[in-house]
């Protein structure tokens, strides 16, 4: 884009901070293009001599530096030249940091890898409000609603893990925060189509906006009419098109102001933030659910008499999660933790694990160590603590006489006390080396009279509800896949 000649008197004057130089030749390449003056410093007090010096019509700086921070700067920037936004710069998708930096007054916050489209918005802003006393996070009064709502969906996003409630969140804030009566969020897959929405308010203000010309020029994003007013925003992210946020009122309430536009932008810009937060979390997700099966295979390749096993317990201990309640959360930890719950086998002497008689006081002592050897691998996997507590726990008794903890009742988690019934109810039914397989009636009279002592009585009582055909059906299960998570 080509610019007008500036005079030095026209010119922004931007201070860049960043200790890596590389950022900071790009940022003085990008913003000399864009007829600014720059200074640079590679850290907070550095870019505070500058500011002893002479003032700025913006600080860039990243967030994350030796010493003091970006935050630390811009508190210090606050009140030394009041005048002076702040914006700053921080890792790919932080929304946390990101959130923070607005409460505490940034003007504006860019994501690394930035676009130069995005410096130019900040710049336009910059030049439109030059010499005012910025506004903290897009207009003081109305945006404490507007920052309290970020924060509100950047919790959700770490709490919940999944994109429809945030969305629905995403636009419950908007509405409040806008003063909007209607409005939807619609997610475009690769080749354009809506596979997700999420949409609150007025049915027939929503028609309104769904009939809005969305092939238009996405520059003119604020549409008035007799009746109603709409802002429609496009939801880019790193890789392009992410999806469309669409609000509106009817007009009596008054058209979109600037300032709502920009608030609007800015929940637009962290929505998108937030979908490619989940989308990365979903990856992790499906990369971890392939390292589970690859655990399983592993494990149970090393016996033949455990083939089968860890699926089963899986079916079972999902089957009672759903049964007794357990949020899908939980569930999911429950089946993950029963697929791994013999982990820490792994590493035990085959010559123990295929032993065909009982073994002997030190062998024992050895196999005991499983449930401590397969929390230990899954801690280092940095994803799976809650399974890992489960593991540790599956061998634990509800009267307390059980390893590594001796914990007793409702101290162990209800996922480990379900591993624990099915997990026994399996090795029960099953071949051993050193006997056959117990008969399943005669198994369920063994979990009946282990109740109050080895197992939870509710989780017990709950695995007997389970109807006969179903434990049939799993304890006929012998292929050591886990297929059926895909």
Partial sequence: MALRALSAQDALRVLVVDDDPLVLRLLQQVLKAQGCLTSTAMNADEALAHLEKKTFDLVLSDIRMPGRSGLDLLREVQTRQLRTPVVLITGYASIETAVEALRIGAADYLTKPFRIEEIERVLGRIRETRGQIPPRTVGRDRDQTGVLGLIQIAEATISSREVPPVLELVIECCLKALGAEGGFIDLLDTDGRT????????PSLLRRLREWDTKRDWSRRNQATDEWCGLALPIDGKRGRLGELYLGRWVERGIFLP?????????ARHAALVIENLALHASLQSNLLNTIRSFVYALEAKDKYTQGHSTRVFLYSGH??????????LVTVTRHAALLHDLGKLVIYESILKKPSRLVRDEYAIMMQHPLIGEGILKQLGFLDSEADVVRHHHERYDGKGFPDGLRGEAISLPARIVTVA???????????YRGAMPLETALREIRKGARTQFDPNVAEAFLNIEFPRILEI?????GGVEFLQ
């Avoid at 596979?195 to 007025?202: V, Y």
């Avoid at 300032?259 to 929940?267: K, N, P, R, S, V």
């Avoid at 009672?320 to 949020?327: A, I, Q, R």
């Fill in 475 to 479: 304890n006929q299960v012998t292929s």
């Fill in 259 to 267: 300032d709502e536009m920009e608030l609007a932008q800015g929940f």
């Fill in 423 to 433: 997990d026994s109810f399996d090795a029960m039914t099953s071949d051993r080396p």
């Fill in 195 to 202: 596979p997700l929405t999420a949409q609150r308010g007025d």
């Fill in 320 to 329: 009672l999660g759903e049964m007794l309640g357990l949020s899908p959360h």
